[in-house]
Nanobody
């Protein structure tokens, strides 16, 4: 059974950094593009970043470009999201997701983990 477990969230001051991890099981991570999403209170889900399975090419939402970096370790079945220069508006629950294809298309398989809370506040 496909499972995704996010971790690494927490409380951080503005300008700080966090590294999120998404541990995947039940499928071969290397066969799929992977993405990170977030949902802030009262807001719709927002795509944050995506990484393809083959070339490792990446895509980012405009609000996080230049600050966040997505990466993957297929051998460890894990996807990461390095978040730097965090802002209060980055506060949200962060989720990883499995894309249907090897490339980033926005089409998801529909599996979600429990998410990890990121709170940016002084």
């Amino acid at each position: 059974q496909l499972q995704l477990v996010e971790s690494g969230g927490g409380l951080v001051q503005p300008g700080g950094s966090l590294r999120l991890s998404c541990a995947a099981s039940g499928f071969t991570l290397g066969d799929y593009a992977m993405a990170w999403f977030r949902r802030a209170p009262g807001k719709e889900r927002e795509g944050v970043a995506c990484i393809s399975s083959s070339t490792g090419s990446t895509m980012y939402g405009d609000s996080v470009k230049g600050r966040f970096t997505i990466s993957r370790d297929n051998a460890m079945n894990t996807v990461y999201l390095q978040m730097n220069s965090l802002k209060p508006e980055d506060t949200a629950v962060y989720y990883c997701a499995v894309e249907k294809n090897t490339y980033c298309s926005g089409q998801l398989l529909g599996y979600w983990g429990q998410g990890t809370q990121v709170t940016v506040s002084s």
